[in-house]
Nanobody
Framework: QVQLVESGGGLVQPGGSLRLSCAAS????????MGWYRQAPGQPREFVAT???????HYAVSVKGRFTISGDNAKNTVYLQMNSLKPDDTAVYYC????????????????WGQGTQVTVSS
């Protein structure tokens, strides 16, 4: 089936930056709704960012202006550039792929990667 592999997480100080990568198998992400979601310990998984059919992007209010989702068609890889990181951004970040017609706000849908840990701490 579909394989999604996240990488790029790590430990950063508040105000720092990270770029997460999601390497996808199969057809181009331009034919899917791709998304980034995150889950902090003891918290439900939440929507972070999405890119629909390789075009339009949308963000959670909590990350808007700080995070950017993008893709590289040649590598079939989706990225999440995270700037001005805050301690509240600490979570496991997951890549998701779903049909282009499915709302990215529905958490329990599509295929998921294994997650990559992002820790923001001084």
């Amino acid at each position: 089936q579909v394989q999604l592999v996240e990488s790029g997480g790590g430990l950063v100080q508040p105000g720092g930056s990270l770029r997460l990568s999601c390497a996808a198998s199969g057809s181009s992400f331009s034919h899917w709704t791709m998304g980034w979601y995150r889950q902090a310990p003891g918290q439900p998984r939440e929507f972070v960012a999405t890119m629909i059919s390789g075009g339009s992007t949308h963000y959670a209010v909590s990350v808007k202006g700080r995070f950017t989702i993008s893709g590289d068609n040649a590598k079939n890889t989706v990225y999440l550039q995270m700037n001005s990181l805050k301690p509240d951004d600490t979570a496991v970040y997951y890549c998701n792929r779903r049909r282009a017609g499915v709302s990215p706000l529905i958490i329990d849908f599509g295929s998921w990667g294994q997650g990559t840990q992002v820790t923001v701490s001084s």
